[in-house]
């Protein structure tokens, strides 16, 4: 990764958690998609320096790097998304258990949104051990509590990744008869919803 933090001063100025340099390589393709009739936006495709990044914040446990994947865009998102209560999507036991904390909880906390952790999984399944096309059997594995918490409310479900859109619309299934409206934020997504001209041009440049 070419990620580093080589200007510290200008870091403190802007209050990002990276420098220019390291801001500008996370290349973004900033996506509004409608998956199965919901509204799902998603501000980077999962490869190259975010997705490094990304694991490196998940799976090695560096949580001092979650305010860096939201910053260009909060002040857009808080003015879109005010009102709206926030649901994460669930992490399993094992993976809470090793990190310590919930990722998409702790990335979209800096939304400032009323947020209800009314979704859980009742196995340790993990989606990025499934095969995509395995991955539909998520609907028996999470399943939602006290969603008249929601009751006539706007809810954002968020997510870190999207990669099938499976569990965004499972998650939707399980609140879609207490909430008014569900809509979807993510950090990343699978190349698979890029457009088809975003793939090209990634093809063009290899």
Not at 11 to 28: F, G, K, P, Q
Not at 97 to 111: C, H, Q, T, Y
Not at 171 to 194: H, K, N, P, V, Y
Request: hydrophobic share 40%; net charge positive.
């Amino acid at each position: 990764s070419d990620v580093c933090s080589s200007d510290l001063y200008e870091m403190i100025e802007t209050d990002d958690v990276i420098c220019r340099h390291c801001r500008e390589s996370l290349e973004r393709r900033h996506h509004e998609m409608i998956i199965d009739g919901m509204k799902v936006e998603s501000l980077y495709e999962y490869a190259g320096n975010i997705r490094d990044l990304m694991l490196q914040y998940k799976e090695y446990g560096d949580e001092a790097l979650f305010p860096l994947f939201l910053w260009p865009d909060i002040k857009r998102l808080k003015r879109k998304y005010r009102g709206f209560v926030m649901v994460p999507l669930p992490s399993s036991d094992a993976a809470l258990a090793k990190r310590g904390f919930v990722p998409a909880r702790e990335i979209f906390s800096l939304l400032d949104l009323e947020a209800a952790d009314i979704l859980y999984k009742r196995t340790d399944t993990d989606q990025k051990d499934r095969k995509y096309r395995e991955r539909g059997g998520i609907r028996e594995v999470i399943a939602a509590r006290e969603t008249d918490r929601i009751h006539g409310r706007k809810v954002l479900l968020v997510d870190d990744i999207i990669t099938s859109g499976q569990t965004l619309l499972a998650g939707r299934d399980l609140l879609a008869a207490q909430a008014r409206e569900i809509r979807a934020l993510t950090i990343c997504c699978s190349r698979r919803f890029l457009k088809p001209w975003e793939k090209l041009l990634i093809k063009l440049r290899c």
